[in-house]
């Protein structure tokens, strides 16, 4: 063989340059698809579905980092606020249903089960709603053919597509006697405007799923309360599914404890354990700013905005820990909890930047402002993967 020939390319050479080639640009791929972070919706447990509540701008389509964070990884979703009475209801004989319809089909799209947030609350509710006849208090068949005639309205126009609404948010109060709130519903209707909600609520889609909604079950007095109303709906022959904990937690509290003894109680009472409105804050809390004046809540603010530029990794981790743990319990009590959603798809859209006051820089949830996960969000990919 001459040196010219053994130069020659045979036909065999540029096929096996295409081979590696090929090979090489698959096995590329196939590492770029290893580096993409596991989607937590399947890597949840058989039963469990995992939701986040959508912005109106997210669920008009108009935060696009947002809605692939979506897709990939939450098979369920709650409107933020798009349902709520004073969205949806502004006016008597007024509804605007677009931005509650954009929110619903984007749900579907997706194929996320679609959640209904809320129906009867005593806020973003408009005060006509509340206001009786010529300045006279609201009258009970007043408030209650309000209540009925809105409830019938909403609630019917997705009959068949939101899987389960929460009827009733928030009707306990915060005193260690796990007494009823003190709400304008409650003051014209009665301790039954509760059971009343959930009568229309069914009325208007027999197949919907019912909850009762609300914060700090994990405090005794007030989980008592809420199996109460569970139990009393119940007796009466009034349907309820599930009780939702909202799980606005802290770093630090409540304990693993009184969340874990929340999952167990609410299960005994028959119905399913939702965890509806997950976030972790940071930031320090303070209950006497609900209400404080505004050089009060300026001066919170100065004092307490830590992080305004990013968390600092050893509060990272911490929060990673803090979800860890309690998604940990979650798994533990898999045969309980039906749902997890969390309150919010990335930090930049939390409502815990201007909760309790407004213009602070929180990191509550487990993408970062660049949609990016945190620490936290593989935290509970760890522990999701142990299950
Ligand atoms: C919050 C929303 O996140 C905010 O955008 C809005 O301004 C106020 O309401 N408990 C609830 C939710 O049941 O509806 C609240 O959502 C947070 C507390």
Redesign the pocket.
């Known amino acids: 063989m001459q040196p010219s020939e053994r130069a020659k390319p045979t036909p065999v050479q540029p096929a096996l340059a295409t081979v590696f080639l090929v090979a090489s640009s698959l096995a590329f791929v196939a590492g770029a698809r290893a580096a993409e972070p596991p989607a937590l919706k399947e890597l949840m447990p058989k039963g469990m579905t995992i939701g986040a ?1 959508l ?1 109106q701008r997210q669920s008009d389509g108009k935060d696009g980092a947002a809605a692939k964070i979506v897709t990939r990884h939450f098979n369920s979703a709650t409107a ?2 798009v349902l ?1 009475w004073e969205k949806v209801h502004p006016e008597p004989g007024r509804y605007d249903f677009g931005p509650a319809d954009r929110y619903v089909a984007f749900a579907e799209k997706r194929g996320m089960e679609v959640i209904g ?2 129906l009867v609350w005593h806020s ?1 509710t408009p005060a006509w709603v509340f206001a009786g006849k010529d300045g006279a208090p609201l009258d009970r068949e007043t408030a209650l053919e309000r209540m009925r005639e809105h409830i019938g309205t909403v609630v019917g126009r997705y009959k068949g597509r939101i899987k389960g609404w929460d009827v009733v ?2 009707a306990i109060d915060d005193g260690a006697e796990g007494t009823m709130r003190k709400s304008k519903w409650r003051e014209a209707i009665g301790d039954d405007y509760i059971a009343k909600a959930f009568e229309y609520a069914h009325q208007a889609d027999p197949a919907a799923e019912l909850y009762y ?1 609300d ?1 700090n079950l994990t405090s005794a007095p007030k989980r008592a309360a809420a199996l109460r109303i569970v139990n009393g709906l119940k007796r009466w022959g009034i349907r309820v599914d599930g009780v939702g904990e ?1 799980g ?1 937690w802290l770093i630090d509290g409540p304990s693993l404890g009184d969340i874990e003894a929340t999952i167990t109680d609410v299960a005994a009472a028959g119905v399913k354990v939702l965890i509806t ?1 997950l976030d972790i804050d940071v930031l320090p809390r303070d209950p006497g700013m609900y209400g404080a004046d505004l050089e009060k809540k300026a001066k919170f603010r100065a004092e307490t905005n830590l992080y305004p530029d990013a968390l600092p990794k050893e509060k990272q981790d911490q929060l990673a820990r803090r979800y860890a743990d309690v998604f940990g319990l979650f798994l533990k009590h898999r045969d309980k909890v039906a749902r997890v959603t969390l ?1 919010g798809v990335t930090d930049a859209q939390s ?1 815990l930047s201007n909760f309790p006051v407004p213009g602070r820089v929180n990191h509550p949830l487990l993408f970062d402002r660049q949609g990016k996960p945190k620490p936290a969000f593989d935290a509970v990919v760890e522990t999701l993967k142990k299950k």
């Open positions: 509540a912005s933020e606020n709520k947030h809320t973003q948010n928030e909604n914060y909202q606005h409105e309150w409502w």
